[in-house]
């Protein structure tokens, strides 16, 4: 079993988590982005951190609306960086604003986030790391992995004998309904 599997069931902040979004297929923009943003900003953190933070990222992110986050200018980065209750980080900060024009551009080529992440399905972690390494800002291999597992385009977000898993398999994830293409 995962040792993700063994340690977050039961736990306050992992269990919901790990038993109600970790794998499981994400669709809307503003979800997605929240989850890359979340991720990006767990390089270097552990996931409790971020998790403990993740309604203080949602209040200073505005609901995670990429429409909202593009137009942030020089004052949103003083009141990003100043905020406690996020990760005060220059980089960070700046790649989610980033990011969120890119998924505005995403919405023009693909109608959404969630658009251009299935037009582009399947691919191996290593194909998926390269297009958003050539996409996105603040996007290493590991960021792009567990993206990607949390949203379920790719395996690996939870053990076979985990009783989430098979909740997960019921929901036909991608990464499942792609497995005979799948080079993951």
């Known amino acids: ?7 977050a069931p039961g736990h306050p902040v992992h269990g919901p988590y790990h038993d109600d979004e970790y794998g499981f297929p994400v669709a809307g923009d503003a979800a997605l982005f929240e989850r890359l943003i979340l991720e990006i ?11 403990n933070k993740r309604e203080a990222f949602r209040q200073a992110f505005q609901g995670f609306d990429p429409a909202k986050v593009a137009r942030y200018g020089e004052k949103d980065r003083i009141r990003l960086m100043a ?15 980033h990011n969120a024009k890119v998924v ?15 037009a582009n399905h399947p691919l191996s972690k290593e194909e998926w790391v390269k ?6 800002r603040f996007t290493g291999g590991e960021i792009v992995g567990e993206f990607l597992m949390s949203i379920g ?8 004998d985990c009783p989430v898993h ?3 398999l019921k929901l ?8 005979g293409k799948n080079k993951a």
């Open 1 to 7: 079993m995962s040792s993700y599997c063994r340690v």
């Open 104 to 118: 505005l551009d995403l919405r023009k080529t693909h109608g959404s986030f969630a658009g251009w992440i299935e």
């Open 153 to 160: 385009y790719l395996p690996g977000a939870h053990a076979e």
């Open 166 to 168: 098979r909740k997960i």
């Open 131 to 136: 297009l958003f390494r050539k996409t996105f």
């Open 41 to 51: 900003n767990q390089a270097g953190l552990s996931w409790l951190t971020i998790l």
């Open 172 to 179: 036909k994830p991608a990464w499942k309904t792609s497995a």
């Open 83 to 97: 905020d406690t209750g996020i990760v005060r980080n220059r980089l960070k900060v700046d790649a989610a604003i």
